[in-house]
Antibody
Framework: QITLKESGPTLVKPTQTLTLTCTFS??????????VGWIRQPPGKALEWLAL???????RYSPSLKSRLTITKDTSKNQVVLTMTNMDPVDTATYYC?????????????WGQGTLVTVSS | DIQMTQSPSSLSASVGDRVTITCRAS??????LNWYQQKPGKAPKLLIY???SLQSGVPSRFSGSGSGTDFTLTISSLQPEDFATYYC?????????FGQGTKLEIK
């Protein structure tokens, strides 16, 4: 059974760096064809993909946020970490991590419950 | 970026109705189109991947079709638990993009 769970601060101040951790179970991020992505959703708005890391450490970033994002993995701990620099109130959103695999056409087939991050001074 | 446009943005329907939601890509994405259902306060749930493949555990009243730039999600007979927001998403480009969502409401 695949599960994912996001953790990190619920409140950050403008200009600060956000660090979110996705801890997962039921799969290995060293298995060929597997990835973990981050997606966010501002309150009442649509989903926005942020970043994804593959089993082979290949990384993909949203072009509009690339300069602010870093995604890394720790295979031994079953964790993926996303950092986002220079946070702004418009970055207030629920942040999700999700499992992706070539088996399901690189869709996001399992999701964490999400964590709400508020950016405010 | 590949832009994904859904229509309609909102839709009112009754239990038992047949409903179709459309998603259009700004360029050809072959069959790399996925559909998600999201209920308030919950994470999205994958319904359909690769345009027409039903994710395990998803009821057969959900179906998807299309290729290239035009895709549809059809719910053959709406059930009370189907009232939610639906998103399409392309995975052709490894810079994934989502549609703006279609909110399906009870008439």
């Amino acid at each position: 059974q695949i599960t994912l769970k996001e953790s990190g601060p619920t409140l950050v101040k403008p200009t600060q760096t956000l660090t979110l951790t996705c801890t997962f179970s039921g799969f290995s991020l060293s298995t060929s064809g597997v990835g973990v992505g981050w997606i966010r959703q501002p309150p009442g708005k649509a989903l926005e993909w942020l970043a994804l890391i593959y089993w082979n450490d290949d990384k993909r970033y949203s072009p509009s946020l690339k300069s602010r994002l870093t995604i890394t993995k720790d295979t031994s701990k079953n964790q993926v970490v996303l950092t986002m620099t220079n946070m702004d109130p418009v970055d207030t959103a629920t942040y999700y991590c999700a499992h992706s695999t070539v088996t399901t056409a690189l869709s996001f087939d399992y999701w964490g419950q999400g964590t709400l991050v508020t950016v405010s001074s | 970026d590949i832009q994904m446009t859904q229509s309609p943005s909102s839709l009112s329907a009754s239990v038992g109705d047949r409903v179709t939601i459309t998603c259009r890509a700004s360029q050809s994405i072959s069959s790399y189109l996925n559909w998600y259902q999201q209920k308030p306060g919950k994470a999205p749930k994958l319904l359909i991947y690769a345009a027409s493949s039903l994710q395990s555990g998803v009821p057969s009243r959900f179906s998807g079709s299309g290729s290239g730039t035009d895709f549809t999600l059809t719910i053959s007979s709406l059930q009370p638990e189907d009232f939610a927001t639906y998103y399409c998403q392309q995975s052709y480009s490894t810079r994934w993009t989502f549609g703006q969502g279609t909110k399906l409401e009870i008439k």
